[in-house]
């Protein structure tokens, strides 16, 4: 994965990446995933309402976080990034850090619901096309 942007603007990267569709969040390293929340207006560390590793955004955000991979940047809908409200304290993020992905970024279905995937399994290789 070539970086993490958020409204266009790249805050993170490159990354090593995992494509599951058997995962629905996208999961990131404690850290990365704080890179990303800190340039989202309103996020805020969810540890204590959510889980370890969750963060709220504002339910009206119109933030686009969009992943690049091949040098071209695949924005996800804000309405799949929200997951919904919790508790008044805002809305859940979809990209959640845990140590699990320490040795790479694991990408789930809430990406992959904003793309055309290939896995590309005699080539050994995934590639993406926007869906418009």
């Known amino acids: ?9 790249t805050v993170h990267g490159p990354l090593s990446a995992i494509i599951d569709t058997g995962t629905t969040l996208i999961i990131g390293t404690q850290s990365d995933v704080r890179k ?24 009206s955000t119109t933030t686009i976080v969009s992943l690049s991979f091949g040098g071209t940047m695949f924005p996800i809908s804000p309405n ?5 409200q919790v508790n008044g304290a805002g809305c859940v993020g ?12 694991i ?13 590309d399994v005699g080539n050994l290789q995934v590639g993406f096309a926007s869906l418009k």
Do not use: E
């Open 107 to 119: 990408i789930g279905d809430v990406f992959l619901q904003n793309v055309y995937t290939i896995f």
């Open 80 to 84: 799949l990034f929200n997951l919904g």
């Open 36 to 59: 990303v929340y800190n340039n989202i207006p309103g996020a805020k560390d969810a540890t204590s309402t959510v889980g370890p590793g969750f963060f709220t955004i504002p339910c």
């Open 1 to 9: 994965m070539d970086s993490v942007g958020v409204d266009g603007k």
């Open 94 to 105: 979809a990209l959640v850090g845990n140590s699990i992905a320490a040795n790479g970024w």
